[in-house]
């Protein structure tokens, strides 16, 4: 089942900033009260979660060590102050220090 958003409506019937979320059957009619507090709402039209190519969920995996690693990158990383060491690929140093 999906999960909808809700906005809390004021009194004038304009949005509060306040919203909730809830589960509900596709198949269910919309919310026009908060089911706790019965104050006015309406369903909220909010983009939906999808972790496509490009989403920061997929960001993660495509960054990773091993990734690069595959995909013949090299990362380093820093490890102190003007020292920086590689965590993923096989060319270049194995570490790079200012002092150098």
Known sequence: MPTYVYEILGKDGKPTGKTF???QSIKDDALT???TTGQ???R???APAI???WSPIKEKATL???NLERLGFTKYERKG?????RTAGREGP???SADD
Do not use: D, L, Q, T
């Open 40 to 42: 006015p709402v309406r």
């Open 21 to 23: 979320e809830i589960v």
């Open 44 to 46: 909220a039209i909010v």
């Open 51 to 53: 972790a496509g190519k």
């Open 64 to 66: 990773s060590n091993k």
């Open 33 to 35: 009260a908060h089911p």
């Open 94 to 96: 194995r570490s790079i």
């Open 81 to 85: 102050k003007g020292y920086m060491e």
